[in-house]
């Protein structure tokens, strides 16, 4: 497929526009799913102009993409970026024919500082009934500021000197802040009544055990849960926002789990509310 972009902005609030890039194939239904994306980047770095992997890949599974060029840390500290993006969100939904069709379903998906930040806005969009989301695309999702992970140590990160540990200081601004589910969605206490959910690492990503631990969690909670981890080598999350893969090996991989969860979204609307899936792989 040859996937277009087109650079717009979408309404925040009556004063402020927050800028995008939408990814949409000519050939895509004016059904498609609608997904807001979030790049990676640890909260203080990355942007549209770089982090084209993801959003590429997503319409290449029949999305159209909107990817938001979020406000960055350390000059807009938690919650600013947040709650931009949750402006953002609700103005998608209210006008999702502009960019989709209007039975299209919204997901939000994010890598890395990303993914919190989707997770994040499905905690929100729970919290406050809307928007409706159809589900939630997590990549090696930055999910704990604790950063005590088995999976961290081994890739020599930790609690300082790293640029994810530098990036969670930037991004909180102080410790307490920590503490907030909307800031670290691995410290809320309730998942019921999210979104379903894919979840995807892999076995050299750092974020490895969090992103892991998340899934768990949320399955426990009810949540239906699409959970994979790649076979490495596959340099996560780095690689997320660094190009797509020559080889396209784990770039295949993760385009055709976006296509398997759009098309169980879709299946679940017809299937009994009682219903979850729960699917495993490694």
């Not at 969100?89 to 006008?95: A, E, S």
């Not at 503490?179 to 009544?193: E, I, V």
């Not at 660094?242 to 055709?256: I, V």
Request: hydrophobic share 40%; charged share 20%.
């Amino acid at each position: 497929m040859a996937t277009g972009r087109t650079d717009s902005a979408i309404d925040v609030d009556e004063a402020a526009k927050l800028p995008v890039r939408v990814y949409r194939d000519s050939r895509s239904p004016r059904s498609a799913p609608l997904v807001f994306h979030l790049h990676g980047g640890a909260f203080c770095a990355g942007s549209i102009e770089v982090c084209e992997t993801i959003p590429e890949l997503l319409a290449e599974a029949g999305a159209v993409v909107v990817s938001a060029d979020y406000p960055l840390a350390p000059e807009f500290q938690f919650p600013h970026a947040l709650r931009t993006i949750f402006g953002a969100l609700k103005t998608l939904h209210k006008t999702r024919t502009r960019w989709a069709g209007k039975m299209s379903r919204l997901f939000v998906a994010g890598e890395e500082a990303g993914g919190n930040l989707a997770a994040s806005l499905a905690l929100m969009a729970r919290d406050q009934h809307a928007p409706e989301l159809a589900g939630q695309i997590l990549l090696s999702p930055m999910l704990d500021a604790c950063m005590a992970t088995t999976s961290i140590r081994g890739a020599d990160a930790g609690p300082a000197g790293c640029k994810w540990a530098d990036g969670w200081q930037h991004y909180l601004g102080s410790a307490d802040k920590a503490a907030h589910p909307y800031a670290a969605p691995s410290q809320s206490s309730r998942l019921s009544g999210l979104p379903p959910a894919l979840v995807v690492t892999a076995q050299d990503d750092p974020m490895r055990d969090e992103t892991l631990s998340y899934a768990t969690r949320l399955q426990e909670s009810g949540v239906a849960v699409s959970r994979h981890v790649l076979t490495a080598p596959t340099a996560w999350p780095d690689a997320l926002c660094a190009g797509r893969p020559a080889d396209s090996g784990w770039g295949t991989a993760l385009r055709d789990q976006f296509i398997q969860f759009f098309a169980d979204s879709a299946a679940r609307l017809r299937r009994p509310a009682s219903h979850h899936l729960v699917q495993a792989s490694s």
